[in-house]
């Protein structure tokens, strides 16, 4: 009937694909990641940047030579470094490992690489973070690759004076402190409401 045009199955122009971020989903606009639009622009949030501030860090309660302290905890620390590195593990897992499985680890990794400060130095910085320490007197890996039991010693020490018991482990603290504040909020005086004669 009537001659077909020569574009007649041609496609129809299409655009090119979008690159860049969606701005949002229900607009399907995007910017690229060079330049863009100002009314883009003006869809796109306000930045914000939430840095934390950085908080002081302390010095740790006692040096890393101060076993004097505690002659009982450092000949255990000498001959049995896994008991003392079990006891901190627990404390600073809250729980979530026994003080018994984290000091056969600790063996396991001794055992096996002769080198047990690989992963006991983990713990320091653990330690450092939770309590915010100075990195003192140096890094947490060489203070435990030249000097593993006088690190573990001071890492023991420095939760006892923050007021753990590291033989009851993390269940028997949070039970004491328990116990301890349901004392305290038992033995309160009752105050009296309204006027007596």
Request: aromatic share 8%; net charge neutral; charged share 15%.
């Amino acid at each position: 009937m009537y001659p077909q045009s020569p574009n007649a199955y041609a496609r129809p122009p299409q655009q090119p694909p979008a690159a860049g971020i969606p701005v949002s989903a229900a607009s399907n606009s995007y910017y690229s990641t060079g330049s863009y639009t100002e009314s883009t622009n003006s869809q796109l949030p306000p930045p914000s940047f939430h840095v934390r501030p950085k908080q002081p860090r302390v010095a740790w309660s006692t040096g890393l030579c101060d076993c004097t302290s505690d002659v009982k905890n450092c000949c255990i620390t000498c001959w049995c470094p896994c008991i003392t590195f079990g006891q901190i593990a627990e404390i600073l897992d809250k729980g979530s490992t026994s003080c018994g499985a984290s000091g056969a680890l600790y063996t396991v990794v001794a055992c096996v690489t002769g080198c047990a400060c690989l992963y006991s130095c983990f713990y320091r910085s653990k330690m450092r973070h939770q309590f915010l320490l100075k990195d003192d007197p140096c890094c947490d890996c060489l203070v435990h690759c030249c000097c593993e039991p006088c690190a573990l010693c001071q890492e023991y020490r420095e939760l006892q004076n923050r007021g753990f018991d590291l033989l009851i482990g993390w269940h028997g603290n949070v039970e004491q402190r328990n116990r301890e504040l349901a004392l305290t909020t038992a033995t309160a005086p009752a105050v009296e409401t309204g006027m007596t004669r």
